[in-house]
């Protein structure tokens, strides 16, 4: 049976991870102390099939959790090792010499912590509600074992929201690119949307702050 929104109501699927991404900016302001930008480069849809695809080729940091409230489903974020070398350089102060020591992973979880509850509750806000979560644990692999995974909790006629975004951090000469991907439960999903009126929506689409894709 194929699943039905209101054309008008699409829109706010853009706002909601927009406004997710500006709370991550929050987040690292308030939690870490960074002060950062975030751009959305690029904002699109995908089968869950299709996530190796899209993670790309060669080895990622990453965090795969389930949402225990609507709209359920799973948040995975991936990042490849220069990311990782570079979170773990600013939250330490240490370069990376090879692998990353005890200090540098620590600090690269915390980091996932901050950036995955960001995200979420950015939403949630946004949403007028809250969505419970799992602790975010990070782990590295390839795109197809982070897919398999991911996709053990995903049911068929599930759609991925796929985030490419860069954190610029205001102070040094330092980016984090970090892909997103939102999958949720698609009757949950749609059912939220249901609940919101039009004018609600003009609402959210009246926040501003943050930088669409390029």
Do not use: W
Request: proline content about 4%; charged content about 25%.
């Amino acid at each position: 049976m194929p699943i039905l929104i209101d054309i008008r109501k699409l829109t706010i699927i853009g706002k909601l991870i927009q406004h997710g991404a500006k709370n991550v900016a929050d987040a690292l302001s308030t939690m870490a102390d960074i002060k950062a930008d975030i751009r959305i480069k690029t904002l699109s849809f995908v089968e869950p099939s299709d996530i190796p695809r899209e993670i790309g080729d060669g080895t990622f940091h990453h965090v795969n959790i389930r949402l225990i409230e609507p709209p359920y489903g799973v948040f995975l974020m991936a990042f490849g090792d220069r990311t990782g070398e570079e979170i773990a350089r600013h939250m330490t102060g240490q370069d990376v010499d090879g692998e990353l020591n005890q200090l540098q992973k620590s600090a690269l979880q915390e980091m996932c912590n901050i950036l995955t509850s960001g995200f979420i509750d950015g939403i949630a806000n946004t949403l007028g509600t809250t969505i419970n979560m799992e602790t975010p644990e990070l782990a590295y692999g390839d795109a197809h074992s982070i897919a398999a995974d991911t996709l053990s909790h995903i049911h068929d006629d599930s759609l991925s929201i796929v985030l490419d975004s860069v954190v610029d951090l205001h102070d040094e000469e330092t980016e984090f690119q970090l892909r997103i991907f939102l999958i949720p439960d698609p009757g949950a999903f749609v059912n939220m949307l249901d609940k919101l009126d039009i004018e609600e929506i003009r609402e959210i689409e009246s926040v501003s702050g943050i930088h669409g894709a390029d």
